[in-house]
DNA sequence: TATATTTGCTTCAATTATTGAAGTAAAGTT
DNA sequence: AACTTTACTTCAATAATTGAAGCAAATATA
């Protein structure tokens, strides 16, 4: 009985019901820059998640179909999480979110970021299928 | 002395920042939808955001410079929010959350928006045109 | 003109979410 | 065998959200 999450038919509402946080997305955005990470890789990006945090939207995620979880191959403590499909397509709301930031909050931004918004604003295709493979 | 809101300098963080929650983009959705729209208005939408959160929501989108209010031309009492530029520019994130919801939520969709989202999946470009003018 | 209603909020108590520090168990390293 | 690392969990304090109620000014209605 697992009651309905979804406040509305909206997708936009629904999507938010989903990943609309300030966590969620920062994960995914690691997970699309490294490919796979473990609990610690994630854990140690710059923001400061606190793992109580990390935890249970790694679990949000891991239910929603977003990533999956599957053990390190020589190493039994490490678990590697990785973005399915549905996670990937994450990658276009990210990249506009990378956009609007450094259109609308430019002073904020670091060199770094604003060297791949070059690159997106050059060719936002080419940057979103290499993240997306 | 407004402390510093930002957790790093990375754009998609920022953003999350300002608009990181289940509610702000779904006031700006209604503002890109209807063009302008009173306090009732917003209220009144399919979600049942409480009066308190509206209120706080809209405050912070003035804030932050992505919404303007202004005064009703002939009753005095009605406010009018309007989407800035800086608002407007947030088409594109609202556009791709209903692409990712259509593509991966699309059993809790309403029928009304998978037409809207065939719109989208035919031409974006001239979507976001028209949405954002 | 008096009364009722509408609009745009604010207030507040109860519930829920988040933080940040500390702790834990199993696995790996020295 | 002792120490460290990894992937978490626990918990108390703080912050955010909800939902209902209230309120003042403006407007509509009788």
Redesign the pocket.
């Known amino acids: 009985m697992s009651e309905n999450i979804f406040r509305s038919t909206c997708p936009i509402s629904s999507s938010l019901d989903l990943f609309g946080?300030?966590?969620t997305l920062l994960i995914v955005r690691d997970l699309l820059y490294h490919g796979s990470r473990?609990?610690?890789?994630l854990f140690q990006s710059e923001e400061?998640?606190?793992?109580?945090?990390l935890?249970?939207r790694?679990k949000k995620l891991e239910n929603m179909g977003a990533i999956t979880?599957e053990k390190?191959p020589?190493?039994?403590?490490?678990?590697i999480y990785r973005l399915t499909q549905k996670g990937k397509e994450l990658a276009p709301v990210i990249i506009e979110l990378i956009i609007w930031g450094n259109k609308n909050l430019s002073e904020h931004v670091s060199e770094e970021s604003k060297t791949f918004y070059q690159k997106l604003e050059n060719d936002k295709e080419s940057v979103l299928i290499e993240l997306m493979k």
Chains 1, 2 share one sequence.
Do not use: E, Q
């Open positions: 946080d300030k966590w473990t609990f610690k890789g400061n998640i606190p793992s109580s945090r935890a249970d790694l979880k390190h020589s190493n039994k403590k490490v678990f």
